[in-house]
């Protein structure tokens, strides 16, 4: 079946720092997704990616939507302490978006 | 405004005791979702529902079963709790229509089979 990894699997970073994490997939995808989950909570859609090659920024946070279809790069700059949280990539499984696979998730930590 | 509401927050069962997980939704979503959560695997698809009277099962719907008799509520059943199921269960909702991938998760259910 379809599988998305994510890397890295964790990041300890002090604050002001930029963190750029990826999620390959073994097969393409045509939406990719970005959602951040903080601690106790369900994830929050952060940014939504439709077409290869788009680039798109949401505050601080820039996604790229990779021009094989088969990975997406989810940049931060300048992080800050309620950056923290796990950051999940996600995409149509079959194509149909009301069926969303999710990675793995990395999880990010921010040191003040 | 609420949004999509999961009770309990915590709950432990016995193995082979039933559970219900309750979720309801004021946003009028046609979609729902019910997805579980296990450490360093991300979010996992149990079942999902395109409107009422309508549910399809998702990537792991081995012991649980689910019903959408309205647009508001989509609870989800464990009939024969298993240690297998201990995870942390979150349901989600979403538009129908363009953009549904936009997807609103409540809080999360956090169940240990003992």
């Known amino acids: 079946g379809q599988q998305l990894n994510q890397s890295p699997q964790s990041m300890f970073i002090q604050e002001g720092e930029d963190v750029s994490m990826n999620c390959t997939s073994s097969?393409?995808?045509?939406?990719w997704l970005w959602y951040k989950q903080e601690p106790g909570e369900g994830p929050v859609l952060l940014i939504a990616?439709?077409?290869?090659?788009e680039l798109t920024s949401n505050g601080r946070l820039t996604a790229q939507f990779g021009i094989t279809r088969k990975d997406s790069f989810l940049n931060i700059s300048a992080s800050i302490p309620s950056d923290v949280g796990i950051y999940f990539c996600?995409?149509?499984?079959?194509?149909?978006?009301?069926?969303?696979?999710f990675g793995t998730g990395t999880l990010l930590a921010v040191q003040p | 405004n609420a949004g999509v509401t999961q009770t309990p927050k915590f709950r432990i069962l016995k193995i082979g005791q039933s559970m219900t997980l309750q979720c309801t939704q004021d946003?009028?979503?046609?979609?729902m979702y019910w997805y579980r959560q296990d450490p360093g695997m991300g979010l996992k698809l149990i079942y999902y529902?395109?409107?009422?009277?309508?549910?399809d099962k998702g990537e792991v719907p081995n012991g649980y079963n689910v019903s959408r008799s309205t647009t508001e509520d989509f609870p989800l059943r464990l009939e024969l709790a298993a240690p297998s199921q201990t995870s942390v269960y979150f349901c989600?909702?979403?538009?129908?229509?363009?953009?549904?991938?936009?997807?609103?998760f409540g809080s999360g259910t956090q169940l240990s089979v003992l």
């Open positions: 989600a909702s979403s538009y129908a229509g363009g953009h549904n991938e936009k997807l609103f």
């Open positions: 097969s393409i995808f045509n939406t």
């Open positions: 990616l439709y077409k290869a090659g």
């Open positions: 996600a995409g149509p499984s079959g194509g149909a978006t009301n069926k969303l696979i």
């Open positions: 946003m009028n979503h046609n979609y």
């Open positions: 529902s395109v409107g009422a009277g309508i549910t």
